[in-house]
């Protein structure tokens, strides 16, 4: 559950261990309800008109709900737990792999403004490696496994699509290994997971490994940004 180590100097390593929700606050604990909230009771927009939603998978939720948070007609990223069969699961369960969930982002948008397959084309090819089965960098396990859910039969195809594309493209060295799942259920992470990368910009997981995937997203894709970004 290593989130990521780092080299010191000469005299040796120095092992930096976080676990994406391991830095949660005292104050944070204090105020995290015992009873877990269920799919977008807590924090999808309250007005839902002409919005669509769009759920991916791809490591930490700290990241992606960052990265997909920058873009223009992104009304709203929460980040959650989705693909397994254990309904309110806290954090502790999905980390300890007790319900086949992974560590997923909800995205509500404007598909007048930006689409599923712009999004998509994020996905595979910026906010995450997609390659790597059942981990990201060294967050290991099931838990941190890539899947991009569908709600439509067009949804899924336009996401094999996407992935034909960028297999062909040669962007990677391995064949992309995201599964493509239809969308069932998702469970609103913990209080003190939503916005984590803007509340706690010091963190060092955040510092280490976040904001790389942030910035790569901001690289490739400067013409979907929001104006007036907080710098990296």
Known sequence: MTKFLSAAS???????????GSQQPAQ????TPTAPVASTAGYAPKNLTGL??????????WA????FEQLKGVKQVVSGYAGGTVPHPSYEQVAGQQTG?????????DPKVISYQELADIFFTASHDPTQLNRQGNDTGPEYRSVAFYRTPEEKA???????????????????VTQVVPFKQFWDAEDYHQG???????????VNVSEHKVAHVRKLYPQDLKPNLPNL
Not at 28 to 31: G, K, T
Not at 64 to 67: K, L, M, N, S, V
Request: net charge negative; with cysteine; proline share 3%.
């Open 10 to 20: 000469g005299l040796g390593l120095l092992a930096l261990l976080t676990a994406c």
């Open 28 to 31: 944070a604990q204090a105020q």
């Open 52 to 61: 669509a939603q769009a759920t991916f998978a791809g490591g930490c939720f």
């Open 64 to 67: 992606q709900e960052e990265a």
């Open 101 to 109: 969930h992974a560590e997923s982002v909800n995205i509500y948008y």
């Open 158 to 176: 336009m996401l094999e699509q996407t992935i034909a594309k960028v297999n062909a493209s040669k962007q990677y060295g391995s064949k992309i």
């Open 196 to 206: 984590y990368y803007r509340l706690h910009p010091d963190n060092p997981y955040i």
